[in-house]
Nanobody, 118 residues
Framework: VQVVESGGGLAQPGESLTLSCAASGSTTINGMAWYRQAPGKRRQVVARITKDGRAYYADFVEGRFNISRDNSENTIFLQMRSLKVEDTAVYYC??????????????WGQGTTVTVSS
């Protein structure tokens, strides 16, 4: 399974960015999620969306982000609004593949960097 993220960049506080993640090489993808890792910190989940469109968000999102999914393209998006300096991190897409039949295997992209600074 190949996972490619895009859309990161530099934004000022209060601005918006949209991240994209495209997965290929699998027909058995279940959940897809965005994670982030700030310098010196552990990777944490930001938002997750199931194949049937149920979305879950970390508490720190506080209604500012929206995750969506296009199942036909195995693609998810993360619309981020009202960005804060503390949103600065490398954002990773995690794709859950169920082809093994023994629980999901998570495949990761290379990450896309989001920097929020004035």
């Amino acid at each position: 399974v190949q996972v490619v993220e895009s859309g990161g960049g530099l934004a000022q506080p209060g601005e918006s960015l949209t991240l994209s993640c495209a997965a290929s090489g699998s027909t058995t993808i279940n959940g897809m999620a965005w994670y982030r890792q700030a310098p010196g910190k552990r990777r944490q989940v930001v938002a997750r969306i199931t194949k049937d469109g149920r979305a879950y968000y970390a508490d720190f999102v506080e209604g500012r982000f929206n995750i969506s999914r296009d199942n036909s393209e195995n693609t998810i998006f993360l619309q981020m609004r009202s960005l804060k300096v503390e949103d600065t991190a490398v954002y990773y897409c995690g794709v859950e593949d169920t082809s093994s039949g023994q629980g999901p295997t998570v495949f990761w992209g290379q990450g896309t960097t989001v920097t929020v600074s004035s």
